[in-house]
């Protein structure tokens, strides 16, 4: 409310869509989808309604309200809304288990992509976008973008390590927060958790305070379900 204050009072009442669909993405960070939805509502943003309904884990939703946008965005000639419609699209198709039209959604975003050197469109999506990128340089589709894609991402993470997942939280878990709370979700025992990553017992409950600050959560049954929910582990 304060933000929106703040651009009415400086007559930028004009960029409070702009403003609110940044919102729906830190509320979407915040593990608070009713808010979220809400607040997409009201501004009318379709495309941050359909990333609520992705976030809710029903892409099908989400498919409804994008194909009447891709349509939209096509006819105007809005290019780069379109891009992010057709990515969109594709990471719902997957996620339906609809491969070919997630591929063929995906082909449509990098055609659009390629010619101005798009790669944060991409990127931004995380891991469900990372598997597309790497099915379609399987197929050979667009080989140049689609390399300077992925190894843009492979950068992003050093020595070759595998990418974190991505986490929809304000502050991240470390690659050692995960490794702990693998090993929670497994029944270990703080000692067994310190004997296998070869950590004094007195860290291994300061991963564990670190892990449930940032879940919010008290205890261990709780850190498990809520990385869960979070498709952390």
């Avoid at 004997?195 to 892990?211: C, M, P, Q, S, Y």
Wanted: aromatic share 4%; hydrophobic share 50%.
């Amino acid at each position: 409310a304060t933000t929106e204050q703040m651009a009415r009072q400086r007559n930028f009442w004009f960029r409070l869509p702009e403003i609110a669909s940044v919102q729906v993405l830190a509320l979407l960070q915040l593990g608070d989808g009713t808010a979220a939805g809400e607040l997409a509502q009201q501004y009318d943003l379709p495309m941050s309604r359909a990333r609520v309904h992705l976030a809710q884990g029903d892409p099908a939703a989400a498919l409804d309200v994008l194909g009447p946008l891709r349509q939209h965005t096509a006819a105007e000639g809005w290019q780069g809304d379109h891009l992010r419609v057709l990515v969109l699209e594709a990471i719902a198709q997957q996620a339906l288990g609809a491969h070919a039209a997630a591929q063929a959604a995906l082909a449509g975003a990098l055609a659009l992509g390629e010619p101005v050197g798009c790669l944060r469109v991409f990127l931004d999506e995380g891991a469900p976008m990372l598997r597309l990128l790497a099915a379609a340089q399987a197929a050979g589709v667009r080989p140049a973008y689609v390399g300077r894609l992925l190894a843009t991402a492979d950068a992003a993470t050093p020595n070759g390590a595998t990418a974190l997942p991505v986490q929809p939280l304000v502050e991240p878990l470390s690659r050692r927060e995960l490794e702990v709370l693998q090993l929670i979700a497994q029944g270990r025992s703080n000692r067994e958790i310190g004997e296998r990553l070869f950590l004094a017992l007195d860290t291994v409950k300061g991963h564990n305070r670190a892990i449930f600050g940032k879940l919010q959560v008290q205890r261990r049954t709780e850190a498990v379900a809520r990385a869960r929910e979070l498709g952390l582990i």
